[in-house]
């Protein structure tokens, strides 16, 4: 066991102060490489790519991708995982379709929908911390319960939203010119940042993840630090399934299947070590852009659509084989 002077837990310590000044490592520069040749190719391969419109239609997609990468994130630096946040954006998508029909005022939609989201995370959290589930038993549980939730609330049917209600603004509306989508996504990265790389709650998420009795020596209650992590997950899955239904204009419970292979792919591409005790939001960032520049360039060359998940297995399976020191240290325990 390791002493708990070896875990970073003081912001004091050289990987903190590192962490702290932002300094892009070599992963992430490479990474931004990657993604410039990406709209290179893209850009001589389609005239529309780099069209405004097209550009503002690829970051509008990835926004909820992005909002709950950013808390996956989190969760997998803690040494957990979240596979629930596909089956949590439909179920809130069909919650709130039902509630707009219901004739509630768009706001409380939010609310309660958010609400919501965030019992589902605190679900989530107390099932690995008092019930001492592993993360991915939890969550995999949780997800197969909200999609048949889903199911059994809409019998199979998209539940449509009215289409003059404010709450489909949120998906379709644009601030200052800019879609709202992006703007939410914009917001939620700055809070994940702020909480990441800005608190001793982001210095305690990397320390479990890195070694939890070492954190917990440090006088740190580790079960309420992952009730806090996986509430946040729950808390932007649902600010990411209001965007959906929003921009749907319906609630199905068919949204987000798939969704979660997605976000992990986006995080671990970006370098977050899928072991825990290592993460990066730019990283994170860069990752998700680069799979919805993909996606995008494959819809505008008129490949068929089901190349895109064997890419995206691809791209996952290549990310962790890049994530090669993790790997072989776990091996070797």
Not at 52 to 69: E, F, H, W, Y
Not at 109 to 138: D, E, Q, R, S, W
Not at 154 to 167: E, I, K
Not at 310 to 316: E, N
Request: charged residues 10%; aromatic residues 8%; hydrophobic residues 50%.
């Amino acid at each position: 066991m390791k002493d708990s002077s070896s875990v970073p837990v003081q912001s004091g310590s050289p990987l903190w102060r590192k962490r702290l000044m932002c300094q892009p490592a070599p992963f992430q520069v490479g990474l931004a490489v990657v993604l410039l040749t990406l709209i290179v190719i893209m850009s001589l391969s389609t005239r529309t790519f780099l069209s405004t419109g097209n550009i503002l239609n690829v970051l509008r997609q990835s926004g909820p991708t992005l909002i709950v990468a950013v808390a996956m994130t989190l969760v997998i630096t803690s040494g957990g995982i979240d596979l629930s946040v596909g089956s949590g954006l439909a179920v809130v998508g069909v919650l709130a379709a039902y509630a707009l029909s219901a004739n509630w005022a768009w706001w409380l939609v939010v609310l309660a929908t958010l609400g919501f989201g965030a019992f589902v995370g605190l679900i989530n959290g107390l099932l690995v911390t008092l019930g001492g589930l592993p993360p991915f038993i939890a969550t995999l549980a949780t997800l197969s319960i909200l999609r048949g939730a889903a199911q059994v609330m809409t019998r199979g049917y998209s539940v449509p939203l009215p289409p003059d209600s404010p709450f489909v603004e949120l998906g379709r509306g644009f601030l200052f010119g800019i879609p709202c989508p992006i703007i939410i996504a914009a917001l939620a990265f700055l809070v994940g940042h702020i909480l990441f790389n800005m608190t001793r709650f982001g210095i305690y998420v990397t320390g479990i993840g890195s070694n939890e009795e070492a954190v917990r020596r440090n006088c740190v209650n580790t079960g309420r630090m992952k009730l806090g992590i996986y509430l946040f997950s729950g808390l932007l899955t649902a600010v990411a399934g209001i965007i959906t239904s929003a921009r749907l204009a319906s609630g199905s419970s068919y949204s987000g299947i798939g969704f979660e292979l997605d976000v992990i792919s986006a995080v671990v591409l970006g370098g977050t070590n899928l072991f825990g005790g290592d993460g990066t939001l730019l990283g994170t960032f860069l990752g998700t852009i680069i799979l919805a520049v993909i996606g995008n360039g494959l819809i505008l060359l008129q490949v068929s659509p089901f190349y895109e998940q064997i890419i995206k297995g691809t791209i996952l399976v290549l990310a962790i084989i890049l994530n090669q020191g993790a790997l072989g240290r776990a091996l070797k325990q």
